[in-house]
């Protein structure tokens, strides 16, 4: 299977290539995944909130690399760029929040079962 091609919008140039996973690569990842949520499940309010705030202060700290990619890749202008990855911060926090007003609950973030 030939890779996955990634380029700019604006001139076409080639940015990067991915493999093209099979059909049972794709479902091992997904399974992991799976895995994955349920440690996430297991972490408790204070791991997971310590790891949310983690990711947004690196992408906080690299918002601007961040977002010279997205615009690079989308060929959108710097600024609109920019704000999504603003939002995106402020999405991971709102998980920070979500994730302190279920706590205790019992059942925050159920796994997906795909």
């Known amino acids: 299977m030939p890779p996955?091609?990634?380029s700019t919008q604006k001139l076409g140039e080639l940015l990067a290539e991915?493999?093209?996973f099979t059909s049972s690569e794709?479902?091992?990842?997904?399974?992991?995944?799976?895995?994955a949520a349920s440690r996430?499940?297991?972490?408790?309010?204070?791991?997971?909130?310590?790891?949310l705030l983690k990711w947004a202060s690196y992408i906080t700290k690299n918002q601007k690399e961040i977002a010279k990619l997205v615009a690079t890749e989308c060929g959108k202008p710097l600024g609109d760029a920019t704000l999504e990855v603003s939002i995106a911060i402020d999405h991971i926090l709102g998980c920070k929040t979500c994730t302190a007003n279920n706590a205790g609950s019992g059942s925050p973030f159920r796994p997906i079962n795909v």
């Open 18 to 20: 991915y493999k093209n």
């Open 4 to 6: 996955l091609k990634s």
């Open 26 to 35: 794709v479902f091992t990842v997904v399974d992991a995944a799976q895995i």
């Open 40 to 51: 996430w499940q297991e972490f408790g309010f204070t791991a997971r909130k310590r790891t």
